[in-house]
């Protein structure tokens, strides 16, 4: 049986780790899982916590737990997080310890990519054995580096054997995203599904709002970011799905500008924005003369 298919102990799990209910994932009593299942519950539960912030509540019982490659690889991307740059190399020494465990080629994958080391990262991800995680981490990278046809490639040659699983079908959303269009509708019909799931979370509300902007449902988006923001108003995905609809609908976003800063300073949207308002300094500086004479 597929570890993660409707009728295994790790799919409710499984589900909601992907689609940032992590909450829901550490929820979960695993104790009854058979012992292979419980390993992988129990990684899923560290990465959960990893995810929320608790980097070193995940580490402390990582080190405290039997060693595995998985949590191994688990262990050294939480270090990672904490801003250990020996994490990078030790990763690395996993992976070739360990080319055919799955967290293993994922994590690294991960950490290697965010050192900017995509082809090294794709190099990697690409020696899985049937991981939808590892391709849906190579979609990201293609987007990232703005090739949505490697992206597509990467989508179509999973389909074959990976449609209907929602690792897949979020992957597919994403590609859709970028491609536009028409296949906004696409992405909608999957970001609304898994926002109305019971493992619905504020990730998913958002997907799904940030579609029905894209679609021009102005009102529903607002609906859906009210919705979240009286789940999780900390939540910096929010925040600046609540600034673009503020601004489509005309309204004031420094609120919500306020509260990004509080809780992500370096957000992208924040940096962006400062870099614009520094342009406009020097552009207004640099023509000043010329327009104080009108």
């Not at 991981?131 to 490697?150: C, D, P, Y």
């Not at 995905?237 to 919500?256: G, Q």
């Not at 500008?257 to 308002?277: F, G, H, T």
Request: glycine share 4%; proline share 2%.
């Amino acid at each position: 049986m597929d570890p993660f298919s409707d009728n295994s102990e790790l799919f409710h799990i499984y589900k909601a780790f992907f689609t940032g209910a992590y909450e829901t994932v550490l929820a979960v009593d695993s104790t009854h899982f058979s012992e292979v299942n419980q390993e992988k519950a129990f990684v899923y539960k560290l990465r959960s916590k990893l995810a929320l912030g608790d980097i070193d509540e995940a580490i402390a019982e990582l080190q405290s737990s039997p060693t595995t490659p998985s949590t191994s690889a688990t262990l050294v991307y939480a270090m990672y997080l904490k801003g250990d740059r020996q994490a990078v190399t030790e990763i690395e020494s996993l992976v070739h310890q360990n080319e055919d465990n799955e967290i293993v080629l994922v994590l690294a994958g991960i950490i290697l990519a965010n050192e900017g080391r995509y082809g090294e990262a794709l190099q990697v991800l690409n020696g899985h054995q049937g991981s939808l995680e590892a391709i849906s981490v190579i979609v990201r990278i293609h987007l990232g580096n703005n090739n949505t046809e490697a992206a597509f490639k990467e989508i179509q040659a999973a389909k074959k054997w990976a449609q209907d699983n929602i690792i897949y079908n979020l992957a597919e959303a994403w590609v859709c995203c970028r491609i536009g269009g028409e296949k906004f509708q696409q992405a909608y019909y999957i970001f609304e599904e898994q926002a109305q799931s019971s493992e619905s979370s504020v990730r998913s509300i958002v997907s799904q709002a940030i579609t029905e902007l894209q679609l021009g449902r102005i009102p529903e988006a607002q609906d859906n970011i009210q919705r979240a923001l009286e789940i999780n108003s900390q939540d910096p995905d929010v925040l600046t799905a609540a600034i673009t609809c503020a601004i489509l609908m005309d309204k004031p976003v420094e609120e919500y500008e306020s509260a990004l800063e509080s809780v992500d300073p370096s957000n992208r949207y924040l940096q962006d924005l400062k870099e614009k308002e520094e342009l406009f300094e020097r552009v207004s500086a640099k023509y000043a003369d010329q327009i104080s004479g009108y």
